[in-house]
């Protein structure tokens, strides 16, 4: 059997394991399985591993993409500048699990926001600083996008929620919710930004992705803005996640 997961906490909201159980039983891999591994702690991760001997793989989410970086072996050039995790690779060495980390979330949201943009904005907000926020920030940069992070506590070249100005919202051609608010069940909650600043041609860019309307996205539309859901970029780095666990990598 050839076993493939998702760690983080909680995982009732994930898709993952239906993806990739439907793409085993439509490509007819028998002896494959997704499963969802939820660990209370990071600290949890090596007992894991060590249980589960035929762990070919696993997608990282919320909130160890930054975390799960101590646990690992080797990490990608790339997911070692963006500072963030979303995909390993288990392979065994003489016996050991060897853990190798990247990161599919930047190209991801990259290839999602390219095909929904006309023009790419001058500036972006982007609402949160975790593992999700880094690899978007890493994207925005990489693009000529002057990236402003907004957090609850004070951030370097950025804002809080509190001291955030009504006058950066509004000029923020792309507003990117990296945050977990508004995934179900909570579906009410969303990040407290100033809603009456948004205005139309702005782009939301939630990566939530269940359900397919946040409240976050709702408040957009009822403004003018294009929205856009976290939808297509987990199918995509969904498969470059695949691509990475059964590459011939060294």
Known sequence: MKLFGIIGYPLGHSFSQKHFTDKFEREQLADHCYRKFELPDI????????????????????????????SLDEIDETATGIGAVNTVRVTRRE????????????PAFRESLLKNLITLPESALVLGTGGAAKSVVHTLIDLNIIAIPVSRQPVRGGFTYDDLPGDVIS??????????????????????????????????????YNPPVTSFLALGEEHGCQTVN?????????????????????
């Open 43 to 70: 600290t949890l991760l090596p007992s894991l591993i060590e249980r589960e001997q035929e762990l070919r793989g696993f997608n990282v989410t919320i909130p160890y993409k930054v975390q799960v970086m101590d």
């Open 95 to 106: 016996g050991k699990p060897y853990l190798q980390g990247f990161n599919t979330d930047a």
């Open 171 to 208: 000029e923020a051609g792309l507003i990117v919710n990296a945050t977990p608010l508004g995934t179900a069940p909570d579906v009410d909650a969303m990040p407290p930004i100033d809603y009456s600043y948004l205005r139309e041609g702005q782009m939301l860019f939630d990566l939530v």
């Open 230 to 250: 976290g939808e297509e970029m987990f199918l995509v780095q969904a498969e470059l996640a695949w691509e990475i666990w059964n590459a011939d990598i060294r």
